[in-house]
């Protein structure tokens, strides 16, 4: 069966994600691929509705589990109805965020267990993670000041946490790159977005994927 490639972008708050997967895809385009470019939590209408009670403001009470069930929820509906069918037609499937985030923000950040995180998510995905994931690393002073300074980015809940959360998150993500060197290819995003947009082109070309 032909098979297109699964590509992820995970990072802090403020790493750049959004700005860097519009050039990617630009690039990954000019290169001849045909590309689909989609987000978690969210992407197809259930997963959606299940970001908006995950992300909604009011909701401070929210359990640490239910959250991380809730994003385990979202990932299923839009695994089998947008990914799996894009990745059957060849595409390239470029995902800004998808399991290393439960991981990092809900495995380590939020102290439920790395382990325990990924074995609901297992459950979830059925084993299919992603051929390449793209690690923007960002200090968190760098990634909430640029948060701060876009009018247009929507404040959600976990934005509201404080340093000390962010500085976990991205701990969080230090421990999964090292659990998956292989895949994890970890990009200094404090930089300019050219240089970023750079260095990722690079890095993707070595894996010889591309
Ligand atoms: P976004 O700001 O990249 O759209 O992501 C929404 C928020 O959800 C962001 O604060 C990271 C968080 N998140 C998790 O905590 N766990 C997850 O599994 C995912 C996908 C996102």
């Known amino acids: 069966m032909k098979r297109g490639l699964f590509l992820t972008l995970e990072g802090g708050e403020g790493a750049g994600k959004s700005s860097v997967i519009t050039l990617l895809e630009e690039k990954l385009v000019e290169m001849g691929h045909e590309v689909l470019v989609t987000r ?6 259930i997963a959606e509705k299940i970001r908006h009670i995950i992300l909604d403001t009011a909701h401070v009470k929210m359990d640490g589990r239910t959250e991380a069930l809730l994003y385990a929820a979202a990932r299923r509906q839009h695994l089998v109805e947008k990914v799996l069918p894009a990745l059957e037609e060849g595409k390239i499937v470029l995902c ?6 439960s991981l990092a923000y809900q495995g380590y950040a939020r102290g439920l267990g ?5 074995s609901i998510n297992m459950f979830a995905i059925q084993d299919c993670l992603p051929d390449v994931t793209l690690y923007l690393d960002v200090d968190p002073k760098v990634g909430l000041a640029r948060i701060h300074s876009n009018d247009e980015r929507e404040i959600n809940r976990l934005d509201l946490e404080g340093m000390k959360f962010h500085e976990q998150v991205r701990a969080g993500y230090e421990q999964v790159v090292e659990q998956y060197p ?4 970890r990009i200094d995003a404090n930089q300019s977005l050219e240089n970023v947009l750079e260095q990722i082109i690079s890095s993707l070309v070595q894996t010889g994927k591309f």
């Open 40 to 45: 978690e939590p969210g992407g197809v209408e």
């Open 96 to 101: 800004d965020r998808f399991v290393d985030s």
């Open 114 to 118: 790395i382990e325990q995180v990924l």
């Open 182 to 185: 292989e895949r994890i290819l």
